[in-house]
């Protein structure tokens, strides 16, 4: 099916009655979790996504995209009204989006936000909609041996660019690695690392795991720190931004999306890397950088152009090679897996209505939240005012009905909230939680692609360095293994001289 074909087929299946409604529920749930600070989009995704498994997958499927990039367009909100990142990928935003709030001028920055948010937006369908199936016909000509190696680089990429050690994010990947391989072998029927718990016999599922990970953890960590902010009172004007305004950002959009859209594709850049990438771009190519961090709307027209093409440049390499480049993405994996589902460039083969129905969801959703952003602004500052005390165990009640509807297994409920706290360990100590995400749902693919290889070579593990893919593959996986090493190797004689 070619990109137009594909498009108009999309545009049946997206404009069914119902999945209109889970689109729209999805962007307005999105929305709302960007306004509300210390949820996130990984939270707020692992939270809802058991009301996705009683739904169609097409259904299930465009409504957590909803959420995903409306998590991303609303982000902002907060950042310029009241200085607090409503989700990670706005922590820049608030360098200049508050700024111009206190000059008065919080209008023309939410209005640019919001159109910086749907050009970068519609710009990621286009672009996931043309080099989608192109790539997915290039996917399938990989073997085992081409999907072990680019599962292998996927995981050392998200590896690297993770915040902070090398080594404990390999570390938690070798664990994410472990966990998936818990419950029943699929090829001998043996049990590994059940330890005789009837619990694990079927495995860690992902639900309770991400759950516990991103939902739990993030409540208790919110507990201990205050959020402070001063809400606005007055009156916001002037949401749509003068020529001026357009005149100044223009190029900023453009390089933004960009940016944006070719590091939403690679594994582990993401948005959090493509907005501050993207401010320190425009802040250098600006005539005047001394007005940056006082009110510069090119500082909140980049980063937010980059934050939302990196949202729907993610689901390129999720959709045609069944790799996630984020742990939000992981999720989606894990959601797709449950529904039967095969990601990668067999999806758009076997179930086009939600390869396709999902891009075109993501044109009509981009619609839809320019209207719940710009007109209904006033509805979003009220909603900064709910009592977080109110919010947080609301939160760990969904967590809890959430986990166990999915297989009504007081287990799982266990298994959450041990996650939830070795989460919060996890980051008072400075561990990732991503890398151990991916490796947990790409640990079972990796092993059996694994296992495929080396039963088509009859044990010989040449197969995977006499094919030049993946022997490809798996020298940028080394290159970006040992570059650390060399690195601190660079640095000892310094340290020793001083």
Same mark, same amino acid.
């Given at each position: 099916m070619d990109p137009l074909s594909g498009v108009i087929y999309g545009f049946q299946v997206a404009l069914e009655p119902m999945n209109l409604i889970y689109c729209f529920i999805g962007v307005f749930i999105g929305t709302l979790v960007g306004v509300l600070p210390g949820i996130g989009p990984a939270g707020s995704i692992a939270l809802l996504l058991p009301m996705t @498994? &009683?739904?169609?997958?097409?259904?299930?499927?465009? #409504?957590?995209?909803?959420?995903?990039?409306?998590?991303?367009f609303g982000g902002s909100r907060t950042s310029i009204l009241v200085n607090i990142p409503g989700e990670p990928t706005s922590v820049v935003t608030c360098m200049?989006?508050?700024?111009?709030?206190?000059?008065? &001028?919080?209008?023309?920055?939410?209005?640019?936000?919001? %159109?910086?948010? @749907?050009?970068?937006?519609t710009f990621s369908i286009i672009g996931l909609t043309l080099v989608g199936p192109f790539l997915a016909g290039m996917a399938l000509k990989f073997g085992p041996p081409e999907f072990f190696s680019l599962m292998v680089v996927g995981i050392t990429v998200l590896s690297y660019l993770s915040t902070g050690s090398m080594v404990k994010a390999l570390m938690m990947a070798a664990v994410g690695m472990i966990l998936g391989?818990?419950? #029943?072998?699929?090829?001998?029927?043996?049990?590994? @690392?059940? %330890?005789?718990?009837?619990?694990?016999?079927?495995?860690?599922?992902?639900?309770?795991?991400?759950?516990?990970? @991103?939902g739990i953890s993030e409540v208790l960590v919110n507990l201990e720190t205050e959020i402070e902010g001063t809400i606005v009172t007055a009156k916001i004007k002037n949401l749509l931004p003068t020529l001026k305004d357009w005149s100044d950002s223009i190029w900023s959009i453009v390089r933004g999306t960009f940016l944006g859209f070719f590091l939403g594709i690679i594994p582990g850049g993401g948005a959090i890397v493509a907005t501050f990438a993207s401010y320190a771009i425009e802040k250098r190519v600006s005539k005047?950088?001394?007005?940056?961090?006082?009110?510069a709307i090119q500082g909140v027209a980049g980063p937010e152009a980059a934050n939302n093409a990196a949202a729907g440049g993610a689901f390129i390499p999720l959709l045609t090679l069944?790799?996630?480049?984020?742990?939000? #993405?992981?999720? %989606?994996?894990?959601?797709?897996?449950?529904h039967g589902l095969e990601p990668g460039p067999l999806l758009i083969l076997e179930a086009p209505e939600v390869f396709?129905?999902?891009?075109?969801?993501?044109?009509?959703?981009?619609? #839809?939240?320019?209207?719940?952003?710009?007109?209904?602004i006033g509805l979003w500052v009220k909603i900064l005012r709910i009592p977080y005390f109110f919010l947080f165990p609301l939160i760990i009640l969904f967590c809890l009905i959430g986990v166990y509807s999915v297989r009504n297994n007081a287990a799982d409920i266990v298994i959450m909230f041990a996650f939830g706290v070795m989460g919060y360990l996890m980051r008072k100590f400075g561990y990732q939680a991503a890398p151990l995400v991916l490796a947990l749902v790409l640990g079972p693919m990796l092993e059996e692609a694994f296992r495929q290889s080396l039963i088509t070579s009859r044990g010989s593990f040449a197969i995977f360095f006499t094919r030049p893919i993946s022997v490809g593959f798996l020298i940028v996986a080394f290159i970006l293994l040992i570059i650390p090493i060399i690195t601190m190797r660079k640095k000892v004689p310094v340290d020793e001289e001083s």
């Amino acid at each position: 099916m070619d990109p137009l074909s594909g498009v108009i087929y999309g545009f049946q299946v997206a404009l069914e009655p119902m999945n209109l409604i889970y689109c729209f529920i999805g962007v307005f749930i999105g929305t709302l979790v960007g306004v509300l600070p210390g949820i996130g989009p990984a939270g707020s995704i692992a939270l809802l996504l058991p009301m996705t @498994f &009683r739904l169609e997958p097409v259904s299930g499927i465009i #409504m957590l995209a909803g959420i995903w990039y409306g998590v991303m367009f609303g982000g902002s909100r907060t950042s310029i009204l009241v200085n607090i990142p409503g989700e990670p990928t706005s922590v820049v935003t608030c360098m200049d989006g508050y700024p111009m709030t206190l000059k008065g &001028r919080a209008g023309p920055a939410l209005g640019i936000a919001a %159109f910086a948010s @749907f050009i970068a937006g519609t710009f990621s369908i286009i672009g996931l909609t043309l080099v989608g199936p192109f790539l997915a016909g290039m996917a399938l000509k990989f073997g085992p041996p081409e999907f072990f190696s680019l599962m292998v680089v996927g995981i050392t990429v998200l590896s690297y660019l993770s915040t902070g050690s090398m080594v404990k994010a390999l570390m938690m990947a070798a664990v994410g690695m472990i966990l998936g391989g818990v419950g #029943m072998d699929s090829i001998s029927g043996d049990y590994r @690392f059940t %330890f005789s718990i009837y619990a694990l016999l079927d495995g860690i599922g992902l639900v309770p795991v991400v759950m516990g990970l @991103f939902g739990i953890s993030e409540v208790l960590v919110n507990l201990e720190t205050e959020i402070e902010g001063t809400i606005v009172t007055a009156k916001i004007k002037n949401l749509l931004p003068t020529l001026k305004d357009w005149s100044d950002s223009i190029w900023s959009i453009v390089r933004g999306t960009f940016l944006g859209f070719f590091l939403g594709i690679i594994p582990g850049g993401g948005a959090i890397v493509a907005t501050f990438a993207s401010y320190a771009i425009e802040k250098r190519v600006s005539k005047h950088p001394e007005e940056f961090g006082k009110g510069a709307i090119q500082g909140v027209a980049g980063p937010e152009a980059a934050n939302n093409a990196a949202a729907g440049g993610a689901f390129i390499p999720l959709l045609t090679l069944g790799i996630p480049p984020n742990p939000v #993405m992981a999720i %989606f994996l894990g959601a797709l897996m449950i529904h039967g589902l095969e990601p990668g460039p067999l999806l758009i083969l076997e179930a086009p209505e939600v390869f396709w129905g999902t891009i075109v969801s993501m044109y009509i959703g981009n619609v #839809m939240l320019m209207v719940l952003n710009l007109p209904l602004i006033g509805l979003w500052v009220k909603i900064l005012r709910i009592p977080y005390f109110f919010l947080f165990p609301l939160i760990i009640l969904f967590c809890l009905i959430g986990v166990y509807s999915v297989r009504n297994n007081a287990a799982d409920i266990v298994i959450m909230f041990a996650f939830g706290v070795m989460g919060y360990l996890m980051r008072k100590f400075g561990y990732q939680a991503a890398p151990l995400v991916l490796a947990l749902v790409l640990g079972p693919m990796l092993e059996e692609a694994f296992r495929q290889s080396l039963i088509t070579s009859r044990g010989s593990f040449a197969i995977f360095f006499t094919r030049p893919i993946s022997v490809g593959f798996l020298i940028v996986a080394f290159i970006l293994l040992i570059i650390p090493i060399i690195t601190m190797r660079k640095k000892v004689p310094v340290d020793e001289e001083s």
